[in-house]
């Protein structure tokens, strides 16, 4: 008896170890993304009745979510870290690492937009400096360590260029708009200055290194096509440093009064403006494509992944940028454009959460991919 129910008990912990350990970083997408949600709502030109409770609601949400995966892959580290030496050497998931510190500074400006209506200004303060904190360091960590990985050790197609690249290198553009939102709540002084300067660094940082992957994200679609799998989404991260520099570049502009000369912060609230048009103009031509691409890609039987969580906080941060715009600018084409933007964010992020409910129940989001074979581009043959 003893010896026939001995291997009943060895498959449980098992299988649990195999899901805890299919949790990598770039579930934290869906923190970034529901995140995203509370904070574009509640800054958006045009408020309506019960927007203000919804953003807070949603905040708390993405909330318990980043504690809940802070504990699981901060878990990870500390006592199975063979999970954290195979996500790191996969070319397609240690790029999601940069996630994780973007999902800290999201939660973090929730807590400065939102949450300070639950928790008190001075908790929703201090939060917000500790999550700003933990995930700047962790993205100037990430936009460095990921792509010397991928310069030094991964194995790299000519035809691998994805939207997930972007991923390890927005960060720092993350964090300069909340770091833009907590200079009102620094002392006046050098510090104050020194935190606008860094901002506009992390900002440049970001924006060139996002200008040379899109750019080569650009090439692989012209020579090569698309993948047709359910990395297709991805192509929405583009939009995400597109969005979130014209967020910055206004951001910046608006506070940096309280920081440098006055002459200086005109400059650059101008800049906010003479930047953030043309990248608009060229974030809807990509909002464009990407839909196309897309919609090509579902009719052909695209499956749900979480890559799909990649059509939320890109679109959440055009929808920020946008707002930027019409605060800058009083013109009513940004501000229904950031209306809108917003209800088309809405519905992907209801549809997206609701199947990523679904796919964690039944559990086939925790299934190991099915081939670890690299994921080709192609095109349709020529008729």
């Known amino acids: ?8 008990e060895v498959p449980a912990p098992r299988k649990r170890v195999e899901v805890l350990g299919s949790i990598g970083p770039n579930w934290f997408a869906a923190v970034m993304g529901t995140g995203i949600v509370a904070i574009a709502g509640a800054t958006l030109p045009l408020q309506v009745p019960g927007v203000r409770g919804f953003t807070e609601g949603v905040w708390v949400i993405a909330l ?13 580290w500390l006592w199975n870290p063979r999970v954290v030496r195979g996500h790191a050497r996969n070319p397609q998931m240690a790029h999601f690492y940069g996630a994780a510190p973007m999902a800290l500074v999201t939660v973090g400006t929730g807590a400065l937009l939102v949450g300070k209506d639950l928790i008190g200004e001075r908790v929703a303060v201090d939060l917000a400096w500790v999550l700003w904190t933990a995930g700047t360091l962790g993205g100037l960590f990430t936009a460095v360590s990921i792509p010397f990985l991928m310069f030094t050790q991964h194995s790299v197609e000519p035809d691998a260029a994805f939207g ?4 390890p290198v927005v960060p720092p553009m993350v964090s300069a708009a909340g770091g833009a939102l907590l200079l009102p709540h620094m002392a006046p002084g050098t510090g104050r200055e020194t935190m606008l300067y860094g901002c506009y660094a992390m900002f440049g940082l970001s924006l060139v290194a996002s200008l040379i992957i899109i750019t080569m994200i650009w090439t692989r679609l012209a020579l090569y096509g698309t993948s047709g799998t359910a990395r297709v989404p ?4 583009v939009l995400g440093p597109l ?7 206004g951001l910046l502009g608006t506070y940096a009064g309280s920081a440098v000369a006055p002459e200086i912060a005109s400059g650059m609230r101008v800049f906010g403006v003479l930047f953030g048009v043309p990248v608009w103009g060229f974030a809807v031509l990509w ?11 579902l009719r052909r039987g695209m499956p749900f992944a979480l890559t799909w969580w990649s059509l939320t906080f890109p679109v959440g941060t055009f929808v920020t940028g946008t707002t930027q715009l019409a605060e800058h600018t009083a013109l009513p084409a940004f501000e229904v454009a950031a209306v809108a933007a917003y209800v088309g964010l809405l519905a992907t992020w209801v549809l997206v959460a609701i199947r990523t409910t679904g796919g964690s129940l039944r559990g086939s989001l925790f299934a190991p991919p099915a081939s670890t074979d690299p994921i080709r581009a192609h095109k349709d043959p020529v008729a």
């Open 64 to 76: 318990i979510m980043l504690a809940v995966l802070v504990l699981v892959v901060g878990g990870h």
């Open 164 to 167: 997930g690249w972007l991923m």
């Open 234 to 237: 991805t192509l929405w991260i």
């Open 1 to 8: 008896m003893s010896d026939a129910a001995a291997p009943s």
């Open 287 to 297: 909002i464009a494509l990407a839909t196309a691409l897309t919609v090509r890609t």
């Open 243 to 249: 969005g979130q520099s014209i967020t910055v570049a």
